[in-house]
């Protein structure tokens, strides 16, 4: 099975920088996602990393470091919309996708 | 994109009663999940399937059935709640602009109550 970690909360201020790490430990491993979920309301997708790297979208990234086991989600110019929950999955095989507990950022004006 | 619906937003039941949960998608992916979401303990895939009336069990099957008689329709089932089944519930569906990556999209989530 999987084991992911990341931390339960962070807050930040408007236009600031927050950088979300998660570890993981699988076995098959198959991929790495980031779900973003608003209080009340279903996740919805966010980034994918495969390789390792930084992947790029607006003012959003990911990082992936398989050898280490670790990934980051980075919020840049964070917006008051941004308060949500963040969701680290991996991917063992074609279909299972396994959750972190997630991690809760607020953004302070 | 696909469309992913739960027949029910809320639900109340009584420990010992059978509950269905309903999720239905709009196009021809085969891959359906459902997963339950608690405080702390994030989501925890309960039953997945990959085709019409084939299923597998997640990490926490327990107390759960599925069916899968079409191929649009994956029904989560509690023979009899439990009071420790209060939860929401996340019905989510691989496929469609990022079907590559088979990204899951999900329905908006029954709550049940289990009283």
């Known amino acids: 099975g999987q084991n992911i970690d990341q931390p339960t909360e962070m807050t930040a201020t408007e236009g600031a920088i927050v950088q979300i790490n998660c570890t993981y430990q699988t076995s098959g491993f198959n991929g790495l996602f980031w779900y973003q979920q608003h209080a009340g309301e279903a996740p919805t997708f966010l980034s994918y990393?495969?390789?390792?790297g930084l992947e790029e979208k607006g003012r959003f990234s990911s990082f992936l470091s398989r050898s280490k086991g670790y990934s980051y989600l980075l919020l840049k110019e964070l917006q008051m919309k941004d308060s949500a929950s963040y969701l680290c999955a991996v991917r063992a095989g074609d279909y299972k996708l396994s959750f972190g507990a997630g991690t809760t950022v607020t953004v302070r004006a | 994109d696909v469309k992913v619906t739960q027949s029910s937003r809320y639900l109340v039941k009584r420990t010992g009663e059978k509950v269905f949960l309903e999720c239905v998608q709009d196009?021809?992916?085969?891959?359906m999940f459902w997963y339950r979401q608690d405080p702390g303990l994030g989501l925890r895939l309960i039953y997945f399937s990959y085709d019409v009336k084939m299923k597998e069990k997640g990490d926490i099957p327990e107390g759960y059935s599925v069916s899968r008689e079409k191929k649009e329709r994956f029904s989560l089932i509690l023979e009899s709640a439990s009071t420790n089944q209060t939860s929401m519930y996340l019905c989510?569906?691989?496929?469609?602009?990022?079907?590559?990556?088979?990204?899951?999209?999900f329905g908006a989530g029954s709550r049940l109550t289990v009283l």
């Open positions: 989510a569906v691989t496929g469609g602009a990022f079907s590559g990556a088979n990204v899951l999209t």
């Open positions: 990393n495969v390789l390792d």
């Open positions: 196009m021809d992916h085969e891959n």
